[in-house]
């Protein structure tokens, strides 16, 4: 189970190829947030169609750095949607109680993600094994609280970062798909012309996410006829503001290519790629990781676990940051910038590229699907 964006979905798929490595009859259910049920859904699809991908009510509590605890008492736009969402919690309980009496699984894997936290409870109460995967070196309310409710906990960053208890929590990494990997400048080649780019061009991919990043996409349509002087430009911009971008930016230009969405053949694309320019998402960071490309990042400044969890691959000089709250600034150009800066250095794209594939960690999913299958076996 996950909250169900693709953060969440693609490392889950990751571990059960491995898991179906050893039990092919191994029977899979997903569950999930009803926000992202269709992406899930998609994902989860492209993988093996007979996995049920669910709903289940869940809630979250709101919560704010730039506000202080009294004012999250009396503020009504807080405080009533919480104790709302405290009954869905709740509700999400029995639910999953209900569910899980009628299809007794032997352990749930949580990924992260609001909805884990009923789920995880429910599986407590009925004694079945609790496997927790926390990706973010800020570990996130959810999985906090459900820390104590879990058999064992693995995690995407090193021990350092958490206080999970030792000796139920393993370093793992984040799991991705094995088929994210270096490609050779011949492969590069054939993957820009299969997206109908020059291939002696440079190709710069930009992607906020499953669900975009509404900051980066209008930076990049303000932008975009620099940029096209520079590079080819594939724009990801998620389903949100696709129709926005589309009638704003040209779709008759063969140095440009957006799309909403790529369920098939990411990883290529990311290996194909000159630049990257992506959000800071632990599992973003760990595929791009694994291709090696010079990658520019831009945190959500909003998720304080995306600000953090990127720190470490900046102080290794893996990555270059942006601010997002520049790109709102009348004659702001650090996305052109960064972007042409990197393009223009080759000794930096090769720095940049070596040093971040050190943060690689190519057996995560393999490692993972082992602590699942060693928790059924103990309980």
């Not at 430009?233 to 930016?249: C, F, P």
């Not at 140095?255 to 290996?271: Q, S």
Request: some cysteine; charged content about 20%; hydrophobic content about 40%.
């Amino acid at each position: 189970m996950g909250g169900g964006s693709g953060g969440h979905v693609t490392p889950v798929v990751a571990v059960l190829r491995e898991i179906h490595k050893e039990f092919p009859r191994a029977r899979v259910r997903f569950w999930c947030d009803r926000r992202f049920i269709s992406e899930a859904r998609s994902i989860i699809a492209q993988y093996d169609r007979s996995v049920q991908t669910q709903t289940i009510v869940a809630g979250k509590f709101r919560r704010y750095h730039h506000l202080s605890k009294l004012q999250h008492l009396t503020t009504p736009s807080i405080i009533f949607p919480n104790i709302l969402d405290a009954f869905m919690v709740a509700f999400g309980i029995g639910q999953s109680f209900v569910r899980m009496i009628l299809w007794r699984p032997d352990v749930v894997f949580a990924k992260g993600g609001y909805v884990c936290l009923p789920v995880g409870i429910a599986a407590w109460l009925l004694r079945i094994p609790v496997v927790v995967h926390d990706s973010d070196a800020h570990p996130g309310l959810t999985n906090r609280l459900l820390a104590p409710f879990a058999n064992r906990i693995a995690t995407g960053m090193p021990l350092d970062y958490y206080d999970y208890p030792a000796e139920k929590t393993e370093y793992v990494g984040t799991p991705i798909d094995s088929a994210y990997e270096v490609l050779s400048d011949k492969r590069r080649t054939q993957v820009k012309a299969e997206l109908g780019f020059d291939s002696k061009r440079s190709l710069v991919v930009i992607t906020g996410g499953g669900q975009g990043a509404r900051p980066i996409n209008n930076a990049v349509a303000l932008h975009l006829d620099e940029l096209l002087k520079h590079t080819n430009v594939m724009l990801l911009s998620g389903s949100a503001q696709y129709d926005e971008l589309r009638s704003i930016t040209p779709q008759d230009d063969t140095r440009f290519v957006l799309t909403d969405f790529v369920y098939n053949g990411l990883p290529d694309i990311l290996g194909a790629a000159d630049v990257v320019v992506s959000r800071a998402g632990a599992t973003s960071l760990l595929e791009l990781a694994a291709v090696a490309r010079p990658t520019i990042v831009v945190p959500n400044k909003r998720l304080v676990w995306q600000v953090k969890h990127v720190q470490p691959y900046i102080d290794s000089h893996a990555v270059l940051s942006l601010d997002e709250d520049k790109f709102t600034e009348q004659d702001d150009t650090s996305l052109v910038d960064a972007v042409v800066k990197v393009l223009k250095d080759g000794p930096l794209r090769k720095t940049l590229g070596q040093n971040l594939h050190k943060h690689a960690k190519p057996n995560a999913a393999r490692d993972m699907a082992s602590i699942i299958l060693n928790a059924k076996k103990r309980a």
